[in-house]
């Protein structure tokens, strides 16, 4: 018959693992806060006003938006298109394609051509 208790060891199983499952649930259970304390909280986050915007960064306009980019390497990666001979380039034309989209439009004059 088998006993609970470990007769190697002299440690009770049962004991073991209900101290073990304690422990546990009391690391997931949130801390107690004393009544006063908490409403002490509740008190000061209710008094808080948000921030004021910042209506002079707001309302500025955008910076200025380069209409063609010279600086992308885009002339380059257009000349190596059409030297592969690719005649077809599937991309979405968004801004982070915008240095090739404009070199293949204006330097290449639209060879390969976008689809």
């Known amino acids: 018959m088998a006993s609970s208790q470990d007769e190697s060891s002299g440690i009770d ?3 073991f693992l209900r101290g073990v499952t304690l422990t546990g649930a009391a690391a997931l259970t949130a801390p107690v806060v ?29 910076t200025a938006d380069p209409v063609v980019q010279t600086s992308s390497g885009g002339d380059f990666m257009a000349e190596v298109l059409n030297a592969l001979g690719i005649e077809y380039l599937a991309m979405n034309c968004a801004s982070s394609f915008r240095g090739l989209h404009e070199a293949v439009l204006n330097h290449t004059n639209n060879k390969p051509e976008i689809l």
Request: overall charge positive; hydrophobic content about 30%; cysteine-free.
């Open 13 to 15: 199983r049962r004991n």
């Open 34 to 62: 004393p009544a006063a304390a908490q409403t002490t909280a509740d008190n000061t986050a209710a008094n808080r006003t948000p921030p004021l915007p910042n209506l002079q960064a707001e309302t500025q306009p955008p």
